[in-house]
């Protein structure tokens, strides 16, 4: 069971970049996925998240109206739409799933147990 992130880069502030996470192995039916990022030092932070069943999204305060992620259940992919970039956004950026389970939280890193390898972001001003 892999997850594989890519579509990270340099750019500049105002640019757009779009992640992309391919799974394999396995089907990710009934799981949420979503992406998070960390900066050196700080905590791994969730960016935005997107159920199986509903595809309803959820987002970072800090990333609402700028990021839209997606899922095509069909090719096992989740993406990451990101626009109007700030250098606040560098970070590496990792993709997750999360097995259904109603009892936990959502936005919780520690609940998310197959993780891709990072995706560096970086946005110069």
């Known amino acids: 069971v892999q997850l594989q992130a890519s579509g990270g880069g340099l750019v500049q502030a105002g640019d757009s970049l779009r992640l992309t996470c391919q799974a394999s192995g396995r089907t990710f039916s009934g799981y949420t996925m979503g992406w998070f990022r960390q900066t050196p030092g700080q905590e791994r932070e969730l960016v935005a998240i997107?159920?199986?069943?509903?595809?309803?999204?959820h987002y970072a305060d800090s990333v609402k109206g700028r990021f839209t992620i997606s899922r095509d259940n069909a090719k096992n992919t989740v993406s990451l739409q990101m626009n109007s970039l700030k250098p606040e956004d560098t970070a590496v950026y990792y993709c997750a799933a999360r097995p259904f389970n109603p009892y936990t939280s959502l936005y919780s890193p520690s609940e998310y147990t197959v993780w891709g390898q990072g995706t560096q972001v970086t946005v110069s001003s």
């Open positions: 997107i159920l199986w069943s509903t595809s309803d999204t």
